[in-house]
């Protein structure tokens, strides 16, 4: 796989406030690569900065996919923060402003107004939309030149449950295209369900980098239950490769070491002769390994 | 090139406060470039003489004289064209456009092209429009004609773009600085009509501030401006007037148009947008 993006050393100050502090990272072509954190640790000034509309303090980042800093812009589909359009125009004039300053997407104007459900609207006055319309036409800007990168920043603000369903289809439909997406967000639950990659920013430091399947899955954990549960708990301390073990409302809740799963448990329990009522695999949430990080961070 | 003119085109086309005050400002011109009888006229009837001349027969729209005479009027009507400037920059600004502009792949040095596009275009149709009114008035009233007269001394219509041009760049120079709309409005308002005009009075004539500083007057940014084209009326009273645009004065004005533009440039590459 190709780097599409390399940020080195990426420094943002803002008087005595350090927005962000020598982030580097590498993204990969077709990666859909989530920036957590909490409030105010830097993920739009990230955004912005290789965006070109924040001016960094130090440091620096290239796209790989097109010459100059404005011409590959033109090849990103982005939204930062709020939506931002002329007002007394309407959905199609303003994307027809976006399409002239890309080069490009002109025709496509119709098909994504369709695609975020804008279509019966496109001759109203931007000024006229509610707040998640506004956020579909970002959308709808975004996706206008058909481009290979794609980032967007908090894209399920304002809108109502139906609309981030959408959205988050949205995004994995065109992550399935093989496009590279930077995915800002605070809501990790949206980030676990489309992201690969994920990367934790902390006052604008970087204290985690990695896959979102081997997180999830490093923090496996099985669930089991059986008619006499004393002697199943018995019999599972037995395992050689057992972390941890908890009784939790009527059932096991067990944690192997790595290398081991719950085939193997399966497997053991069925030579010493238990019958199971109940066998489940529990991944544990992107939440809980997040906080996770954050605390570890503060330590 | 062609397509940044499109895109400050599609921007302005269908909004209305723009064509609602460029409606104005030719309106507004049309009505002082015509009404130059009916002053006299007027004047007359209150009885005013100007040293023992009926000013009804002033030649005010003799040609060729009438093309100084309506170009120095004009040059009031150029905060109208001043005001279209600061609101379609300052939009920008506060719409966040000019930030979503430049995500989407504007460059800074583009943005800048395409708002001296609409300067120029502004400073185009104003001069084009003058030179009709001129023309028409002349046809009707002049007591000379002949293509000899009506066509000489055009030399203020460049003059009368140049300073159109520097002045509107001043306004987007402001725009980018003070980025809010009625703020920048009431500060050039106030700059150009009673500030410098205040500074260059007592400094020429209040006589406990020495004339040491004298020099640097024409250099002014606004009195630059009023330089290129002065004062044609006194003539009437048959006292000499400057009838000719002066070099020096259009490298002055020149020299201003190239600063504020840089300064627009250096500011807009500094700061986050």
């Known amino acids: 796989m190709n780097s599409i993006l390399k940020i080195n050393n990426l420094t943002k100050h803002y008087g005595k406030i350090k927005a962000v502090e020598n982030l580097s990272l590498e993204v990969q072509e077709g990666n859909v690569y ?85 279509f019966d609207r496109k001759d109203d006055a931007f000024k006229t939309y509610s707040l998640g319309m506004k956020q579909r036409l970002s959308i709808a800007a975004a996706l206008l030149a058909d481009p290979p990168v794609l980032i967007l920043d908090e894209p399920t603000n304002g809108l109502d449950p139906q609309g981030i369903a959408e959205i988050r289809e949205l995004i994995k439909n065109i992550a399935s295209q093989g496009k590279t997406i930077l995915f800002a967000s605070h809501i990790l639950d949206e980030v676990q369900k489309v992201c690969t990659h994920f990367t934790v920013l902390k006052s604008g430091k970087k204290v985690y980098d990695g896959n979102v399947e081997e997180v999830m899955n490093q923090n496996k954990k099985i669930e089991v239950a059986s008619e006499n549960l004393e002697e199943l708990k018995s019999i599972v301390s037995g395992f050689g490769d057992l972390e941890s073990l908890e009784n939790e409302s009527g059932k096991l809740i067990i944690k192997l070491m790595n290398g081991s799963d719950s085939i193997d448990l399966h497997k053991y329990l069925i030579d010493k002769g238990i019958v199971l009522s109940h066998l489940s695999e529990r991944k544990s949430s992107l939440e809980q390994k997040f906080l996770n990080i954050l605390k570890e961070s503060d330590d | 090139m062609i397509r940044i003119f499109e895109i400050e085109w599609l921007k ?3 909004y209305r406060v723009f064509w609602v005050l460029f ?251």
Not at chain 1, 34 to 53: E, R
């Open chain 2, 12 to 14: 302005l086309k269908n």
């Open chain 1, 34 to 118: 989530g920036i957590l954190g909490p409030n105010g640790s830097g993920k739009t000034t990230t955004l912005g900065m290789i965006l070109d509309v924040v001016k960094p303090t130090s440091g620096e980042y290239s796209w790989l996919n097109a010459g100059s800093k404005s011409q590959s812009r033109k090849k990103i589909g982005a939204i930062l923060e709020t939506p931002a359009f002329y007002p007394y125009l309407s959905a199609v004039r303003n994307l027809k402003i976006v399409a002239k300053i890309k080069e490009n997407g002109a025709e496509n104007i119709e098909p994504v107004l369709k695609q975020v459900g804008l």
């Open chain 2, 23 to 273: 409606a104005l400002y030719f309106l507004g011109l049309t009505i002082v470039c015509s009404s130059g009888m009916f002053l006299m006229e007027f004047l007359k009837s209150k009885g005013a003489d100007l040293n023992g001349v009926d000013p009804t027969i002033l030649p005010l729209y003799d040609f060729p004289d009438v093309w100084q005479n309506v170009t120095y009027v004009a040059t009031f009507f150029k905060l109208f064209l001043a005001f279209i400037v600061i609101i379609s920059v300052t939009n920008e600004i506060s719409y966040r456009t000019l930030r979503q502009n430049v995500i989407d792949g504007l460059s800074k040095k583009e943005f800048l092209i395409s708002k001296l596009a609409l300067i120029v275009s502004l400073s185009s149709l104003a001069t084009i429009f003058l030179f009709l009114q001129g023309l028409i008035m002349g046809l009707i009233y002049s007591k000379v004609g002949g293509l000899k007269y009506i066509f000489s001394s055009l030399e203020f219509f460049p003059a009368y773009f140049l300073e159109v041009c520097t002045f509107l760049s001043l306004a987007f120079l402001l725009s980018i600085l003070i980025k809010k709309s009625g703020f920048v409005i009431v500060l050039l308002f106030m700059y150009t009509l009673i500030f410098e005009p205040f500074v260059v009075v007592n400094m020429e004539h209040n006589p406990h501030i020495p004339n040491t500083m004298d020099w640097i007057i024409p250099y002014l940014p606004i009195k630059s401006l009023n330089n290129l084209i002065r004062v044609p009326f006194p003539k009437y009273v048959l006292m000499r007037i400057q009838d000719y645009v002066a070099l020096v004065d259009i490298l002055i004005v020149a020299a201003w148009l190239f600063i504020y533009n840089y300064l627009v440039l250096v500011i807009m590459q500094k700061r986050n947008v």
